[in-house]
């Protein structure tokens, strides 16, 4: 009590308790700013050095005319950006990488969080279907396309062998033009599925026992369980996954590199594959700086437009 009375005092007969504000030592609070700040300052430099700089010399590198074999040739603004979009190959790649991006990032949503509610459960073979579905996050991207290219085969490989023993034709994912992006994206989906998986299961878990209970006894069917408890539940982990891929999937290269080498005619050639071209093959670096800012903004538009459809949908 004499605690509470010396940092209280009371006005007046049934007025209601101030509290004191105790006094605070500016020199404390001074060297608190200063070990907070040596605490953040590693991240800070590493940021600054490895996001902020490179982005900033990216933009300024777009407005240059730099040529790694014909030299500096000086200041030109947005002639490079002009360049790009009259050039054909690039204007494919845009409409390429959005498609990828439009058939995988639902694809992960959905089928993550299929796997994420059948797996959701303390059994002995969920955990070691868990273990499997992220373990596929540790190989690497060589290794997974190698199988797949066996996968993929025309005339020789699994796809094929399966199908001619059906009595059906084989789909060419390596050389038919409207199939590989699909094909390289049911790759990517298989190798990185565990991700979304995972994220969606902590979200799953979170969600009180209480809550389903209650419908149980309200008999409320499985359908109405997931669509009116289970997704409104988890909306911002789903608003998490899609942004998360969006960014991930846009910056598409290795697959399509090492499948079908970006063919056939262009048809699975990503953005990224096109800047790497520009930059390490031509070492046009003007060039490739300018493909890779208009890559940044696509992505942040992107990004910012499914953030304002689920904020729309939350109003």
Known sequence: MATVDAMTETIGHGAPAKRIARKVDPDVVGRRTISHALFVA?????????????????????LQDYDMLGGYGGF?????????????IFVQTIWNTILFVVLTVPSFIVVGLFLALALNNAWRSSVILRSVFFGSLVLSVTIVTLVWRLVYMPDRGLLFNITSAIGLPAPNFIADATLAL???????VWWTIGLPMMLFLAALQQIPDEVYEAAALDNASRWRTLTKITLPAIRRTILLVAVLEIVLQFQLFGQANLITNGGPNNASRPMVMFIYEAGFRDWALGYAAAASQVL???MLIAAAAQMWVARQKDD
């Open 42 to 62: 590693p991240y800070f430099v590493v940021f600054i050095l490895l996001i902020v700089v490179p982005l900033f010399l990216g933009a300024w590198l777009s």
């Open 76 to 88: 030109v603004g947005l002639k490079n950006f002009e360049d790009l979009f009259r050039d054909r």
């Open 182 to 188: 699909p094909g390289i994206a049911i790759v990517t």
């Open 296 to 298: 940044f903004f696509v």
